[in-house]
């Protein structure tokens, strides 16, 4: 084995980072507290050049500095990439496709590629981590997920949280784990990319669910109920697409993303949910939030999945006919009580 120059060892570690979010903006703030040099790609000039100027986001947690030593924006995605270990994917799922339409192979060779995407590619209906496979080439070895009861919000706030990440490889997700550990953070690695994913994308579907539950007038009651049976249906859908041996859901990983998401003041899925529930149109609950609710496109993905697994999901199948086939939501919700034990 070749030794590492000493003067090599205490070098910076170089990071892209593509999207402009809170949760992009959290992932930048957690790692500057480790040794790194981060290019952060933002899709709008303006926000580039008022970063450049005031050191945080104009758009979104707008109140986490960010520290102008550690962290460069960049509008230009090609000079972003250059010259970093690790790219990080924080771009809404339904927009990687188009974000990434002038990227080449070449760009990712050689790198390390984070997806913190909780989220599914609507025309592929795959996972972020197959679709970088599948168009750039990117070895599964070479990928890793970020999942974990983590809202970018309190991240902002430093309260104490913690993530799952999820990897084939367990090196890498170690190494991965050591960059996202702070003062506040605690980064832990598993072997399961595909259960972290998966989990991180139906947990988002759920959350929907409750939110349409809670703002037809469900109370905390039926929720935890509900959200029971979730768990027992991502468990019957990871069993057959993906089964792994030694996974254990009942982790921080896995229940605890589902458990925030479902449950947070923070959760934009349950946000979107709960506007439906109270009657808005799914356009006009888009227009009003501002932000990507994951779960919209996810369902339709998920749905299209089991089409061809046949797996028993029920909230999935609500949520999906309430969305895109304008089922009523106190009805549809009336069937799915039949369902749930």
């Not at 190494?175 to 998966?198: H, K, W």
Request: proline share 4%; with cysteine; aromatic share 10%.
């Amino acid at each position: 084995m070749t030794e590492i120059p000493a003067f090599k060892k205490n070098l910076p570690t170089q990071i892209a980072v593509l999207g402009g979010g809170s949760w992009a903006t959290a992932i930048i703030k957690i790692l500057t507290e480790n040794n790194v040099k981060i290019k952060w790609w933002l899709r709008r000039k303006s926000d580039v050049d008022f970063i450049k100027k005031y050191n945080h986001n104009p758009s979104y947690l707008t109140d986490a500095p960010l520290n102008p030593r550690k962290v460069k924006a960049y509008y230009k995605m090609y000079d972003a990439l250059q010259g970093v270990d690790y790219v990080i994917l924080a771009v809404p799922a339904a927009f990687v496709p188009d974000a990434l339409k002038n990227l080449t192979r070449n760009h990712f060779a050689g790198k390390k590629v984070v997806s913190a995407i909780k989220g599914m590619i609507p025309e592929e209906n795959m996972l972020v981590t197959d679709w970088m496979e599948k168009v750039f080439g990117v070895p599964l070895t070479q990928m890793c997920v970020i999942a974990g009861p983590c809202h970018a919000e309190e991240v902002a706030q430093e309260k104490q949280s913690y993530l799952t990440i999820g990897s084939p490889n367990i090196q890498l997700a170690q190494e991965f784990s050591n960059l996202m550990t702070c003062r506040y953070i605690q980064a832990n690695p598993v072997a399961d990319l595909y259960g972290v994913e998966y989990c991180a994308v139906i947990k988002n579907i759920v959350a929907m669910a409750c939110g349409i539950t809670h703002g037809l007038g469900f109370g905390d009651n039926f929720q935890a109920v509900m959200v029971s049976n979730a768990m027992q249906e991502i468990k019957r859908f990871l069993d057959i697409v993906y089964p792994q041996a030694n996974r254990d859901l009942h982790s921080s990983g896995y229940l605890g993303d589902l458990l925030v998401t479902a449950y947070s003041q923070f959760s934009r899925n349950r946000t979107f949910g709960n506007m439906i529930g109270r009657g808005y149109s799914v356009k006009s609950a888009q227009i009003e939030m501002n932000m990507v609710a994951e779960g919209y496109y996810a369902v339709k993905s998920i749905h299209k999945i089991n089409e061809l697994h046949d797996v028993e999901m029920p909230i999935i199948d609500s949520v999906y006919r309430i969305l895109y086939e304008k089922a009523n939501p106190m009805a549809e919700i009336g069937v799915l009580k039949g369902f749930l034990k």
